[in-house]
């Protein structure tokens, strides 16, 4: 199944396997498809660059891409120059704490002892934390860098493209696509409801084509909801040319042609839509 993304990007099949393992994305790349390794919980530069060592040693040469979570704004600190774990804390209402607590309480959920910190963090959201990781993932022959939070800003943007990388970004709406484009971004993911609800409330049956056609000719990624092969096809149909997430699918605009697609059961599946050469 090959797509104008996946001819341009070197893949043999168009399939985009999104997934917080590197073995797994690994495995996705070798197998002909592209892996993209989720960055989010790197916090260290250092466990980065070890993983990106290995999925060099385990790639066979072929391409896989990185995704971050990066806000293309973000609220300044008052008191830093750079905003710290301790500044995005203060930040949160006291009404939201009571409601995680009385939530736990509600569910039985027992109490922190005293001194001890939850395990959830948020570094891996920050901004910062996503530049270090950009400045390690420059370094290696990555070929795409995704973004979870829409568009990265404008100058990790033009850093990625003087490196040769290509821009995705998550968009739950025709509105954010054509935003993402105007940013100028390479890809649009029109993730759906279906792959959890945190990008929007417009099912992926819907976003693709509403996507497809508000940012047309850009690359569409449709994702949510596209675990197996009908939901390829399905995604093929809408319009997407390759396939994207734990397992997506993408395809050109619909032609006279036969399309069967398979993909790996894997964390989701995306299916970028855009006018292209016909899927095959």
């Known amino acids: 199944m090959e797509t104008e993304l996946s001819r341009k990007l070197g893949v043999e099949h168009a399939i985009f396997g999104f997934t ?15 892996g993209v390794l989720g960055a989010v919980r790197y916090t260290a ?57 009385e939530t736990l309480a509600e569910h039985g959920v027992p109490e922190l002892a005293d001194g001890e910190a939850s ?29 979870a939070l829409g568009s990265p800003p404008a100058d990790v943007i033009r850093r990625a493209h003087d490196h040769g990388v290509l821009v995705a970004a998550l968009a739950g709406s025709a509105k954010h696509a054509r935003r993402h484009a105007e940013a100028g971004i390479d890809i649009v ?7 959890g609800g945190h ?50 699918s993408g395809s050109p605009r619909p032609r006279p042609t036969s399309t069967r697609a398979h993909s790996p059961r894997s964390s989701s599946t995306r299916a970028p839509a855009t006018p292209s050469a016909p899927a095959r």
């Open 119 to 147: 395990g959830w963090r948020i570094t891996g959201w920050m901004e910062q934390v996503a530049r270090n990781q950009l400045d390690v993932a420059f370094d290696y022959p990555v070929k795409l860098l995704a973004n």
């Open 189 to 195: 993911v029109a993730q759906g409801y279906e792959a």
């Open 20 to 34: 917080p393992f590197p073995a797994v994305a690994a495995a996705i790349t070798r197998a002909g498809g592209f």
């Open 199 to 248: 990008t929007g409330e417009i099912a992926s049956m819907v976003l693709v084509p509403e996507a497809v056609e508000a940012v047309s000719p850009l690359p569409v990624l449709a994702a949510g909801g596209i675990g197996g092969g009908e939901q390829i096809a399905a995604g093929l149909a809408l319009g997407a040319p390759r396939a994207s997430g734990s397992a997506r």
């Open 45 to 101: 530069p250092d466990d980065l660059a070890r993983d990106l060592d290995w999925m060099q040693e385990h790639t066979d040469g072929k391409p896989y891409g990185l995704d971050v979570v990066m806000p293309a704004k973000k609220v300044e600190a008052q008191t830093n120059q750079q905003l710290t774990e301790a500044d995005v804390e203060a930040m949160i209402p006291a009404g939201h704490r009571r409601f995680v607590q």
